[in-house]
């Protein structure tokens, strides 16, 4: 499969504890987007990386929130000190961005998150 | 930063008829428009998009028009058929971050 992947596809943690998450984008891609959806509705911006680097971070994204792309492939998200409200699907998308392209998006499966 | 609301939340249409879902953006620097369609539990896929240097676009059974002067675009679909039953997302982007529509969810009656 040459799509976004995703690890895990679930996770049930309990308040307080921290989470990490992986995508792996499209090989060729050098865009990749962390999104957050929660029932109802569309996928809400956290961040995006251009290659290794940050480019920008939602004000959603609180600071027990951190998300890492080292070597510009796969990109982890943590979540600290976990809370109920952080329960949602996070989705990973990558896109073969160049200067004057358009914004397409291919997302992966998501990482379904529920805090007890 | 960009806006996108998107209506209506729900639609019912018998299989056969037309669906229309609209989007309105705020950003006039928005210029690529994507329409996902998302299955239960399922990843958003890529349907169709539009750019903002062409006012209609169409694929088969979908269409989506883009109207930059009112900031709007429509998605289209005719000859519904059951598999068409999903829930829809709009988006509008401008190069470095996309904002999505809360979602249309579609369903198809044979």
Same mark, same amino acid.
């Given at each position: 499969?040459?799509?976004?992947?995703?690890?895990?596809?679930?996770?049930?943690?309990?308040?307080?504890?921290? &989470?990490?998450?992986?995508?792996? $984008?499209?090989?060729?891609?050098?865009? @990749?987007?962390?999104?957050?959806?929660? @029932?109802?509705? !569309? $996928? *809400?911006?956290?961040?995006?990386?251009?290659?290794?680097? +940050?480019?920008?971070?939602?004000?959603? @994204?609180?600071?027990? =929130?951190?998300? /890492?792309?080292?070597?510009?492939? =796969?990109?982890?998200? *943590? #979540?600290?000190?976990?809370?109920?409200?952080?329960?949602?699907?996070?989705?990973?998308?990558?896109?073969?961005?160049?200067? !004057?392209?358009?914004?397409?998006?291919? =997302?992966?499966?998501?990482?379904?998150?529920? &805090?007890? | 930063?960009?806006? &996108?609301?998107?209506?209506?939340?729900?639609?019912?249409?018998? /299989?056969?008829?037309?669906?229309?879902?609209?989007?309105?953006?705020?950003?006039?620097?928005?210029?690529? =428009?994507?329409?996902?369609?998302? *299955?239960?539990?399922?990843? $958003?896929?890529?349907? #169709?998009?539009?750019?903002?240097?062409?006012?209609?676009?169409?694929? +088969?059974? #979908?269409?989506?028009?883009?109207?930059?002067?009112?900031?709007?675009?429509?998605?289209?679909?005719? /000859?519904?058929?059951? *598999?068409?039953?999903?829930?829809?997302?709009?988006?509008?982007?401008?190069?470095?971050?996309?904002?999505?529509?809360? !979602?249309?969810?579609?369903?198809?009656? $044979?």
């Amino acid at each position: 499969d040459t799509g976004v992947s995703q690890d895990p596809r679930h996770k049930i943690t309990k308040r307080g504890q921290n &989470v990490t998450f992986r995508c792996d $984008p499209i090989s060729e891609h050098n865009r @990749l987007y962390w999104y957050r959806q929660t @029932l109802g509705q !569309g $996928p *809400e911006f956290l961040t995006y990386f251009q290659n290794e680097a +940050q480019l920008e971070k939602s004000r959603l @994204l609180s600071d027990r =929130f951190s998300a /890492e792309r080292p070597k510009g492939s =796969f990109s982890t998200l *943590e #979540i600290q000190r976990t809370e109920q409200g952080d329960s949602a699907m996070y989705l990973c998308a990558s896109s073969p961005w160049t200067p !004057g392209s358009y914004n397409e998006q291919f =997302f992966g499966p998501g990482t379904r998150l529920t &805090v007890l | 930063g960009e806006n &996108v609301e998107q209506h209506p939340s729900t639609l019912s249409v018998q /299989e056969g008829d037309s669906a229309v879902i609209k989007c309105t953006y705020s950003d006039s620097a928005s210029n690529y =428009f994507p329409w996902y369609k998302q *299955e239960l539990g399922k990843r $958003p896929q890529l349907i #169709i998009d539009i750019r903002s240097n062409v006012g209609e676009k169409k694929d +088969q059974r #979908i269409a989506v028009t883009l109207n930059k002067t009112a900031k709007h675009f429509s998605l289209h679909i005719t /000859e519904t058929q059951p *598999e068409d039953s999903a829930v829809y997302f709009c988006a509008a982007s401008w190069g470095n971050d996309m904002r999505f529509g809360a !979602g249309t969810r579609l369903t198809v009656k $044979p």
